[in-house]
């Protein structure tokens, strides 16, 4: 039985037109006494009510709007401002339009009311007909025809089969661990999509969501994407998103191409709907949307086919995307492509996995909780994807992400293996790769070896591809080396259609993704450690680049062989070893103290300064670094001429390494180990630090940086005033002792910035929740202002917890210098930004440390 459905029709008409109103509800009862419609218009306002907002939200409620378009109409401001309000919602939600002229009038100037099609027919004016009831009669034909096909469309309901499959996650449907079953409305997130223009360059970024919004606009549309980007959860989110718009989406898979369009469309919408006939259904509003269209071997005819349909989207790779300039059946698509997760959708993405649960009115503990929870899932999520240093070794889109966060929660691997929780999560997604691929597990061994050795192949000759002969020559040995219970041709084929390697068109062998790169060939050093201790010291002495950087990483993944671990440690030893570590105390920076009135003050956040407007903002600055780091050449392309720039890489890659050593061994390494680590990697920024200290320690280097910048000022300041005499107007002139003074103050605060910078690299490098009591064991011990902010900027971010009382005592006493103490009054105002704070943890913070 079919559900009753009345839908909503809404008059735009002038006040003048009034009449042909009162005459148009007269010829239109029949419609309202079947129950098929319900009208509304202005005259219906009850007095005392608002008069705008109940027009808006009439309007925005209607299935149908009728125009009366007249003279009166296109003159009338508030009509034409319906009329526009009208064909917004048109494009936002499918809503019917339906112009019927009144009378002679320039309505098909107007580009909106040019398109629909208008009542009466051909659009002959109501004026123009001999018999008035002639053309309402017309109009109530009309206006039945398109009632019918809405009501048919709104009854429209999707099978509970297809349902489900449009709220399928596949994997990661068992994969959280508060929530029995995860559905593609707990999860998804709009992705960005790169738009490309009519010759197939980039034009501009767009949201998936914008996307369908604007449907309309766009009658034929492609989007690309690598593999697992998230292509069929796009389909499947259109599809909900269009049939929404009153548009009936027909979703056909790579599965079922085979035969005629038509039919496969036909069979499609019976399976997908399987009530009312697809031949009954307007074809005009059937939106095919091709998965895997890529796959199809005769892709002409199938576009030829599919311009029966206003409305087309297509779903390929982006090896099709790659080959589409010169293809003319696609050349009327515009192209799309849907980009990785920025920092932004990260984060979107990571609160909603965070925030799952069966359990109903659950309590996480408090907002701040769940911040740390968000955090420390933001940290494994970027650490994994290889954030932490050029542009990433895995793609950030939404299927890595949260298989990076379920493998890590649910980390169960064998006792024998010393490999670490990360890494686990590394190997799950391969292990989950080859089981999709139907490898037994009895025989992933066998591949998982055989990766390992191509691998080191790729490594020893420092290539990133393989040509087929080297290849061929690889198996013969090793086919010598090692028995192969898995017949060859069936390895290769489940390697490449698992996407662990591929083959280009020039018969070249690859890994399709950096990471499996980086986790084989560590996998193959850190069990040939003896064999390979000339390269592993080439890697640790080279750490500077990006390449090395990952590789001693995951071998540290793979093993926590202490020949490895000391010869890291050996080696930031030896970086900036003629500096002693800086200490940050009152002797040390007495010159800077006396500066201290430069020195900006940090303030606390005013009450409508919220921590979710400041993420934000953070994670807008990070988007925007991400964008501009994807056009740079990795730091292993860079020049290396500048000693001096190499051995500061070098510092902060080691330091990197270290810090990724020590958070994912926190409970495999001995204490004295992750202490050891830990100072030594702290140790390196310090020395750092006391290096850049000691380069602006004396008068005469002060002086001459400030004369410089004042120099650069006075310049600036000249070029400015040229311009603005130019447009005709005064420009403020500045005296030499102005000048020094904004000279003074940028010189102090850069340096500031820099003392403070350093800082905060130690914690983001080095801190974790696992590691409190080792760096409160090594910080005690170290006993510097240095070491206490270090310490109480890692409990601030990884525990959530500020120790006010503890802190102002601390700084109080004698050694703690000024400038210390401003980098604290930072790290205090940056927490209580980017966290919540009530109005009496505030006045306590202003009493104690005088931050207003």
């Given at each position: 039985?079919?559900?009753?459905?009345?839908?909503?029709?809404?008059?735009?008409?002038?006040?003048?037109?009034?009449?042909?109103?009162?005459?148009?509800?007269?010829?239109?009862?029949?419609?309202?006494?079947?129950?098929?419609?319900?009208?509304?218009?202005?005259?219906?306002?009850?007095?005392?009510?608002?008069?705008?907002?109940?027009?808006?939200?009439?309007?925005?409620?209607?299935?149908?709007?009728?125009?009366?378009?007249?003279?009166?109409?296109?003159?009338?401001?508030?009509?034409?401002?319906?009329?526009?309000?009208?064909?917004?919602?048109?494009?936002?939600?499918?809503?019917?339009?339906?112009?019927?002229?009144?009378?002679?009038?320039?309505?098909?100037?107007?580009?909106?009311?040019?398109?629909?099609?208008?009542?009466?027919?051909?659009?002959?004016?109501?004026?123009?007909?001999?018999?008035?009831?002639?053309?309402?009669?017309?109009?109530?034909?009309?206006?039945?025809?398109?009632?019918?096909?809405?009501?048919?469309?709104?009854?429209?309901?999707?099978?509970?089969?297809?349902?489900?499959?449009?709220?399928?996650?596949?994997?990661?449907?068992?994969?959280?661990?508060?929530?029995?079953?995860?559905?593609?409305?707990?999860?998804?997130?709009?992705?960005?999509?790169?738009?490309?223009?009519?010759?197939?360059?980039?034009?501009?970024?767009?949201?998936?969501?914008?996307?369908?919004?604007?449907?309309?606009?766009?009658?034929?549309?492609?989007?690309?994407?690598?593999?697992?980007?998230?292509?069929?959860?796009?389909?499947?989110?259109?599809?909900?998103?269009?049939?929404?718009?009153?548009?009936?989406?027909?979703?056909?898979?790579?599965?079922?191409?085979?035969?005629?369009?038509?039919?496969?469309?036909?069979?499609?919408?019976?399976?997908?709907?399987?009530?009312?006939?697809?031949?009954?259904?307007?074809?005009?509003?059937?939106?095919?949307?091709?998965?895997?269209?890529?796959?199809?071997?005769?892709?002409?005819?199938?576009?030829?086919?599919?311009?029966?349909?206003?409305?087309?989207?297509?779903?390929?790779?982006?090896?099709?995307?790659?080959?589409?300039?010169?293809?003319?059946?696609?050349?009327?698509?515009?192209?799309?492509?849907?980009?990785?997760?920025?920092?932004?959708?990260?984060?979107?993405?990571?609160?909603?996995?965070?925030?799952?649960?069966?359990?109903?009115?659950?309590?996480?503990?408090?907002?701040?909780?769940?911040?740390?929870?968000?955090?420390?899932?933001?940290?494994?999520?970027?650490?994994?994807?290889?954030?932490?240093?050029?542009?990433?070794?895995?793609?950030?889109?939404?299927?890595?992400?949260?298989?990076?966060?379920?493998?890590?929660?649910?980390?169960?691997?064998?006792?024998?293996?010393?490999?670490?929780?990360?890494?686990?999560?590394?190997?799950?997604?391969?292990?989950?790769?080859?089981?999709?691929?139907?490898?037994?597990?009895?025989?992933?061994?066998?591949?998982?070896?055989?990766?390992?050795?191509?691998?080191?192949?790729?490594?020893?000759?420092?290539?990133?591809?393989?040509?087929?002969?080297?290849?061929?020559?690889?198996?013969?040995?090793?086919?010598?080396?090692?028995?192969?219970?898995?017949?060859?041709?069936?390895?290769?084929?489940?390697?490449?259609?698992?996407?662990?390697?591929?083959?280009?068109?020039?018969?070249?062998?690859?890994?399709?993704?950096?990471?499996?790169?980086?986790?084989?060939?560590?996998?193959?050093?850190?069990?040939?450690?003896?064999?390979?201790?000339?390269?592993?010291?080439?890697?640790?002495?080279?750490?500077?680049?990006?390449?090395?950087?990952?590789?001693?990483?995951?071998?540290?993944?793979?093993?926590?062989?202490?020949?490895?671990?000391?010869?890291?440690?050996?080696?930031?030893?030896?970086?900036?070893?003629?500096?002693?570590?800086?200490?940050?105390?009152?002797?040390?920076?007495?010159?800077?103290?006396?500066?201290?009135?430069?020195?900006?003050?940090?303030?606390?956040?005013?009450?409508?300064?919220?921590?979710?407007?400041?993420?934000?903002?953070?994670?807008?600055?990070?988007?925007?670094?991400?964008?501009?780091?994807?056009?740079?050449?990795?730091?292993g392309a860079m020049e290396e001429n500048d000693e001096f720039e190499?051995?500061?890489?070098?510092?902060?890659?080691?330091?990197?390494?270290?810090?990724?050593?020590?958070?994912?061994?926190?409970?495999?390494?001995?204490?004295?180990?992750?202490?050891?680590?830990?100072?030594?990697?702290?140790?390196?920024?310090?020395?750092?630090?006391?290096?850049?200290?000691?380069?602006?320690?004396?008068?005469?280097?002060?002086?001459?940086?400030?004369?410089?910048?004042?120099?650069?000022?006075?310049?600036?300041?000249?070029?400015?005033?040229?311009?603005r005499k130019s447009e005709g107007q005064k420009e403020r002139a500045?005296?030499?002792?102005?000048?020094?003074?904004?000279?003074?103050?940028?010189?102090?605060?850069?340096?500031?910035?820099?003392?403070?910078?350093?800082?905060?690299?130690?914690?983001?490098?080095?801190?974790?929740?696992?590691?409190?009591?080792?760096?409160?064991?090594?910080?005690?011990?170290?006993?510097?202002?240095?070491?206490?902010?270090?310490?109480?900027?890692?409990?601030?971010?990884?525990?959530?917890?500020?120790?006010?009382?503890?802190?102002?005592?601390?700084?109080?006493?004698?050694?703690?210098?000024?400038?210390?103490?401003?980098?604290?009054?930072?790290?205090?105002?940056?927490?209580?930004?980017?966290?919540?704070?009530?109005?009496?943890?505030?006045?306590?913070?202003?009493?104690?440390?005088?931050?207003?």
């Amino acid at each position: 039985m079919k559900e009753i459905i009345k839908l909503k029709l809404f008059i735009s008409y002038s006040h003048k037109d009034e009449k042909d109103i009162e005459e148009f509800i007269k010829h239109i009862a029949p419609l309202k006494t079947k129950g098929l419609i319900e009208d509304w218009y202005d005259r219906e306002i009850i007095a005392g009510q608002d008069y705008q907002d109940k027009i808006d939200n009439n309007l925005e409620d209607a299935d149908i709007i009728c125009l009366f378009i007249s003279t009166n109409f296109l003159a009338s401001k508030a009509c034409m401002k319906e009329k526009k309000n009208a064909f917004e919602l048109m494009k936002k939600k499918g809503i019917a339009v339906v112009p019927i002229i009144l009378s002679e009038c320039g309505w098909q100037d107007d580009s909106d009311l040019a398109s629909p099609l208008a009542l009466p027919t051909d659009a002959k004016p109501i004026s123009s007909f001999q018999k008035s009831d002639e053309a309402w009669s017309d109009v109530y034909e009309g206006l039945k025809n398109l009632i019918n096909n809405e009501l048919k469309i709104k009854q429209l309901k999707i099978t509970d089969d297809f349902l489900n499959f449009l709220q399928e996650t596949e994997l990661l449907s068992k994969a959280h661990s508060q929530k029995e079953k995860v559905v593609l409305e707990d999860i998804f997130i709009y992705p960005e999509l790169s738009k490309f223009d009519d010759l197939k360059e980039y034009d501009k970024k767009i949201s998936a969501e914008q996307l369908i919004n604007d449907f309309y606009t766009y009658n034929k549309i492609l989007i690309a994407g690598e593999d697992q980007s998230g292509k069929t959860t796009l389909c499947k989110k259109i599809f909900l998103e269009l049939k929404k718009k009153n548009f009936i989406p027909v979703y056909i898979s790579h599965k079922t191409y085979d035969g005629k369009i038509e039919n496969r469309i036909s069979e499609a919408y019976q399976q997908q709907y399987g009530t009312t006939p697809s031949h009954e259904i307007d074809k005009q509003r059937i939106v095919p949307i091709i998965d895997d269209f890529h796959f199809i071997k005769n892709k002409e005819k199938y576009i030829s086919d599919l311009s029966a349909y206003r409305y087309q989207i297509i779903i390929v790779d982006d090896i099709f995307a790659l080959n589409l300039k010169g293809k003319n059946s696609i050349n009327s698509f515009i192209h799309f492509e849907i980009k990785e997760f920025n920092p932004i959708l990260r984060n979107e993405l990571i609160k909603k996995w965070v925030s799952l649960t069966d359990k109903k009115n659950s309590s996480n503990g408090g907002e701040n909780t769940t911040y740390k929870m968000i955090d420390k899932k933001t940290e494994l999520v970027n650490s994994t994807l290889g954030k932490m240093f050029g542009k990433g070794i895995m793609p950030a889109y939404p299927f890595f992400i949260l298989s990076i966060i379920s493998a890590y929660d649910t980390f169960a691997k064998p006792l024998n293996e010393e490999i670490t929780s990360q890494g686990y999560c590394y190997q799950a997604l391969i292990y989950m790769y080859l089981r999709k691929q139907g490898v037994k597990n009895d025989e992933i061994d066998t591949y998982i070896n055989f990766l390992g050795e191509f691998a080191f192949l790729f490594f020893s000759k420092s290539k990133n591809e393989i040509s087929s002969d080297e290849f061929n020559s690889f198996m013969e040995s090793y086919l010598d080396k090692y028995n192969l219970p898995v017949n060859q041709d069936t390895l290769l084929e489940n390697l490449r259609q698992s996407k662990l390697i591929g083959l280009d068109n020039f018969n070249n062998y690859y890994f399709c993704y950096q990471y499996l790169y980086y986790f084989f060939v560590a996998k193959y050093l850190a069990e040939h450690i003896e064999n390979n201790k000339t390269a592993i010291d080439n890697i640790i002495n080279n750490l500077h680049k990006d390449e090395n950087a990952y590789i001693a990483i995951f071998v540290s993944h793979h093993s926590k062989n202490n020949v490895i671990l000391d010869e890291i440690i050996l080696n930031a030893f030896c970086l900036f070893d003629k500096y002693k570590p800086a200490s940050l105390n009152c002797e040390e920076l007495n010159f800077f103290d006396a500066q201290i009135d430069y020195v900006i003050q940090a303030t606390l956040p005013y009450a409508n300064e919220t921590p979710k407007i400041e993420k934000n903002n953070r994670l807008s600055a990070q988007n925007d670094y991400e964008e501009k780091n994807s056009s740079i050449k990795s730091d292993g392309a860079m020049e290396e001429n500048d000693e001096f720039e190499k051995e500061l890489r070098r510092s902060f890659k080691t330091v990197e390494v270290m810090g990724s050593i020590i958070k994912n061994r926190a409970g495999s390494l001995d204490k004295e180990k992750l202490k050891s680590m830990f100072e030594e990697a702290m140790d390196v920024h310090l020395r750092i630090l006391t290096f850049f200290l000691e380069l602006i320690k004396g008068e005469e280097e002060q002086q001459a940086i400030i004369d410089f910048i004042s120099n650069r000022l006075t310049i600036i300041i000249e070029k400015k005033s040229e311009e603005r005499k130019s447009e005709g107007q005064k420009e403020r002139a500045f005296s030499k002792e102005e000048l020094e003074r904004i000279s003074k103050t940028i010189f102090w605060n850069m340096n500031f910035l820099l003392i403070y910078g350093v800082i905060k690299k130690i914690i983001s490098s080095l801190g974790s929740d696992k590691l409190i009591k080792i760096i409160e064991d090594v910080c005690d011990k170290k006993n510097t202002p240095a070491s206490y902010l270090i310490q109480h900027g890692i409990l601030m971010w990884y525990n959530k917890n500020l120790q006010v009382d503890n802190i102002a005592k601390k700084i109080n006493k004698n050694g703690f210098s000024n400038i210390a103490k401003r980098v604290m009054d930072c790290l205090i105002v940056e927490y209580c930004s980017m966290h919540k704070t009530n109005f009496r943890e505030k006045q306590k913070i202003e009493q104690k440390f005088q931050i207003s």
